[in-house]
């Protein structure tokens, strides 16, 4: 996958931390949330969050489209499983990730 160095936090979030095999290492998204606010110094989470909102949720993609375009950053979590839309589960992602 190729990708622009402004897009580099946005495939750490989907494609690092979102990948194929997050699930062996967290059971649900929260805890993959945790383990950003853990590792991740204060100033790249807001750059993450700000990130999120500026390029998916006040994108004008429908639901598909953004998921289209996070699984192009190597995102593999089907949020639907847990009741989300795209859109839905970013702000609760954002959210949550506010919250430290």
Known sequence: ?????????????????????WINDCKTWQ?????????WPADEVDELVLRLQSDFVDSDLSDEGLMRKADALGF?????????TMRSWLKEAMEYLQRS
């Open 76 to 84: 593999n979590y089907r949020l639907e499983v847990d009741g989300f």
């Open 1 to 21: 996958m190729i990708h622009s160095a402004d897009d580099e936090i946005l495939f750490q979030f989907f494609g690092g931390h979102f990948g194929e095999d």
């Open 31 to 39: 805890c993959v949330c945790d383990a950003i606010l853990r590792d």
